[in-house]
């Protein structure tokens, strides 16, 4: 039976006279994501994007999954086909809907008609299919409250579809309608989920990842661009920046006070961090802290990093619990690939007593001690990019 995959939008359907720059920005997505699959053929119409595999070795779980993390789309149902007739709804869908109705109790029957023309109202449609059910399961009861599987039938231009239940979507606007930002990528927990996070709301993401040779090794700085390539399941392509940080480490060692260390080596990475930025077409900064997770994320620390960008920095993890960070971590699979361990530069000279409530006076006082410009300039300079694509 021919199956199609209907992809219901979530926030877009809201955005009025915008709505079709978001509508072409998710089916460029869509085709994007999908192209890997072979011939699949995408149409839309009625605030739903129709997905439509056209060869039988085309696996539909594979592409529902691909479906399930592209931002846009709020709900996903896998229907099969049907003529448009009350005939073929009621006798056509069954072998269809079988597998779900049979392990379940309890159900009830929905019906849209997007087509008003069709001759039959939705609670016809919804009492006859009922009735069928019925008979074809006795073991099933009517639960109008609470089913177990509510068997949905919308009625549509073209045809009727049938389906036993939605799959929750990714959510979020589109890739690619809210600008670009530059994510601070460690290799640590929060900031894939930060990226993710910024991605989401329609962000498009590059990274910048800070490695400090030979502390760090090639190993820590491909781990990073493994959780690069992670993400991109949701953001799409990722450019990916890596800065050589270790001079700019050293001399902080050697010329800074201890406790202002980290403070000043982060308002030095969000300085590189924004001059890439600037220099690609970004408009944000994106890091992964959570206030008050560690002596450099408390908002003291934080209004001193601030001082120190021109670009706004977005923190989408900001109010969240690490269980929470982890529970996000696990659902984009990021997780087992950040608790590798690996060094990250940014441990590899920790203070003994960071500074918890530096004051702006103190750390820009600290950080005068030295000319950091050349040294500055040096890294963007010898930044090298690589793009991270989806595949
Ligand atoms: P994460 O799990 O993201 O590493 P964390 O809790 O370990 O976060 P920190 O190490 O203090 O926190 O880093 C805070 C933020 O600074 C990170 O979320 C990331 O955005 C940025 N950051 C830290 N180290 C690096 C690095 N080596 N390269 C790029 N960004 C970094
Ligand atoms: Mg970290």
Same mark, same amino acid.
């Given at each position: 039976?021919?199956?199609?995959?209907?992809?219901?939008?979530?926030?877009?359907?809201?955005?009025?006279?915008?709505?079709?720059?978001?509508?072409?920005?998710?089916? $460029? !997505?869509?085709?994007?994501?999908?192209?890997?699959? /072979?011939? *699949?053929?995408?149409?839309?119409?009625?605030? #739903? =994007?129709? &997905?439509?595999?056209?060869?039988?070795?085309?696996?539909?779980?594979?592409?529902?999954?691909?479906?399930?993390?592209?931002?846009?789309?709020?709900?996903?149902?896998?229907?099969?086909?049907?003529?448009?007739?009350?005939?073929?709804?009621?006798?056509?869908?069954?072998?269809?809907?079988?597998?779900?109705?049979?392990?379940?109790?309890?159900?009830?029957?929905?019906?849209?008609?997007?087509?008003?023309?069709?001759?039959? $109202? !939705?609670?016809?449609?919804?009492?006859?299919?009922? /009735?069928? *059910?019925?008979?074809?399961?006795?073991?099933? #009861? =009517?639960? &109008?409250?609470?089913?177990?599987?509510?068997?949905?039938?919308?009625?549509?231009?073209?045809?009727?579809?049938?389906?036993?239940?939605?799959?929750?979507?990714?959510?979020?606007?589109?890739?690619?309608?809210?600008?670009?930002?530059?994510?601070?990528?460690?290799?640590?927990?929060?900031?894939?989920?930060?990226?993710?996070?910024?991605?989401?709301?329609?962000?498009?993401?590059?990274?910048?990842?800070?490695?400090?040779?030979?502390?760090?090794?090639?190993?820590?700085?491909?781990?990073?661009?493994?959780?690069?390539?992670?993400?991109?399941?949701?953001?799409?392509?990722?450019?990916?920046?890596?800065?050589?940080?270790?001079?700019?480490?050293?001399?902080?060692?050697?010329?800074?006070?201890?406790?202002?260390?980290?403070?000043?080596?982060?308002?030095?990475?969000?300085?590189?961090?924004?001059?890439?930025?600037?220099?690609?077409?970004?408009?944000?900064?994106?890091?992964?802290?959570?206030?008050?997770?560690?002596?450099?994320?408390?908002?003291?620390?934080?209004?001193?990093?601030?001082?120190?960008?021109?670009?706004?920095?977005?923190?989408?993890?900001?109010?969240?619990?690490?269980?929470?960070?982890?529970?996000?971590?696990?659902?984009?699979?990021?997780?087992?690939?950040?608790?590798?361990?690996?060094?990250?530069?940014?441990?590899?000279?920790?203070?003994?007593?960071?500074?918890?409530?530096?004051?702006?006076?103190?750390?820009?006082?600290?950080?005068?001690?030295?000319?950091?410009?050349?040294?500055?300039?040096?890294?963007?300079?010898?930044?090298?990019?690589?793009?991270?694509?989806?595949?």
């Amino acid at each position: 039976m021919k199956e199609i995959i209907l992809c219901k939008y979530g926030e877009i359907a809201l955005k009025g006279l915008n709505k079709s720059t978001f509508e072409s920005m998710m089916m $460029k !997505s869509i085709r994007r994501r999908l192209k890997k699959f /072979g011939e *699949i053929k995408i149409t839309k119409a009625q605030s #739903t =994007v129709y &997905v439509e595999p056209m060869s039988e070795d085309i696996d539909t779980d594979e592409v529902v999954d691909r479906l399930s993390k592209i931002f846009g789309i709020i709900k996903l149902c896998r229907c099969c086909v049907l003529e448009k007739s009350l005939d073929s709804i009621i006798n056509d869908s069954i072998e269809y809907i079988r597998p779900d109705l049979e392990c379940a109790r309890t159900f009830k029957v929905e019906a849209k008609r997007s087509d008003k023309k069709f001759p039959h $109202k !939705s609670p016809e449609i919804c009492i006859e299919l009922g /009735g069928k *059910i019925l008979q074809e399961f006795p073991h099933l #009861t =009517v639960d &109008v409250h609470k089913p177990d599987v509510v068997v949905m039938v919308e009625v549509r231009e073209q045809n009727a579809f049938v389906h036993a239940g939605n799959l929750d979507g990714a959510g979020g606007i589109p890739v690619g309608s809210s600008g670009k930002a530059m994510l601070l990528l460690s290799g640590g927990i929060d900031s894939p989920v930060a990226g993710y996070m910024m991605a989401k709301r329609g962000a498009v993401i590059d990274a910048v990842h800070f490695e400090a040779p030979p502390y760090t090794s090639d190993r820590a700085r491909m781990k990073v661009e493994q959780l690069a390539k992670k993400i991109t399941d949701y953001c799409g392509d990722v450019a990916f920046y890596c800065v050589p940080f270790t001079k700019i480490q050293e001399t902080l060692r050697d010329k800074c006070p201890e406790e202002y260390f980290t403070i000043l080596m982060r308002r030095l990475m969000m300085e590189i961090a924004q001059r890439l930025a600037e220099k690609n077409g970004a408009q944000a900064l994106v890091t992964g802290e959570s206030l008050g997770q560690v002596a450099s994320q408390t908002m003291y620390a934080m209004v001193c990093t601030d001082a120190a960008c021109r670009l706004p920095v977005f923190r989408p993890c900001i109010g969240l619990d690490k269980t929470e960070i982890i529970d996000v971590a696990r659902k984009i699979d990021t997780f087992e690939t950040s608790i590798l361990p690996y060094e990250d530069c940014c441990t590899v000279f920790t203070p003994r007593h960071p500074k918890t409530r530096p004051t702006l006076e103190a750390v820009e006082k600290a950080q005068a001690l030295y000319d950091w410009e050349d040294m500055i300039a040096e890294a963007v300079e010898q930044t090298t990019v690589k793009m991270i694509k989806l595949e």
